[in-house]
């Protein structure tokens, strides 16, 4: 059964950094895209970052230049460095990963890792 997992979440202070971790697992033939959604309390899930299999990467505006999205593919990880956190940050952030499987092409989210940033 596939899945992926997330690790890394907690409470910094603004101006501090954490480091997302999410792992798949399973019997997996290859991963394509993965990313990083957030959301915050009263609003949608939006797009915080993705990375393809090739490395291309794509920022939201709001942590262009903050934020760092990176995967090891021989571990199916993908990663988040998040740096000069602002309260506004604050958010359950959910991996996704578009896994090719025994099941065929599918799309995978986490559970979320809660992130707050007190100011």
């Known amino acids: 059964q596939v899945q992926v997992v997330e690790s890394g979440g907690g409470l910094v202070q603004a101006g501090g950094s954490l480091r997302l971790s999410c792992a798949a697992s399973?019997?997996?033939?290859?991963?394509?895209?993965m990313g990083w959604y957030r959301q915050a309390p009263g609003n949608q899930r939006e797009v915080v970052a993705t990375?393809?299999?090739?490395?291309?990467?794509n920022y939201t505006d709001s942590v262009q230049d903050r934020f760092t999205i990176s995967r090891d593919n021989a571990k199916k990880t993908v990663y988040l460095q998040m740096n000069s956190l602002k309260p506004e940050d604050t958010a359950v952030y959910y991996c996704?990963?578009?896994?090719?499987?025994?099941?065929?092409?599918?799309?995978?989210w986490g559970q979320g890792t809660q992130v707050t940033i007190s100011s």
């Open positions: 399973g019997i997996i033939f290859s991963i394509n895209t």
């Open positions: 996704n990963a578009d896994i090719i499987s025994v099941r065929g092409r599918n799309d995978y």
């Open positions: 990375i393809t299999s090739g490395g291309t990467t």
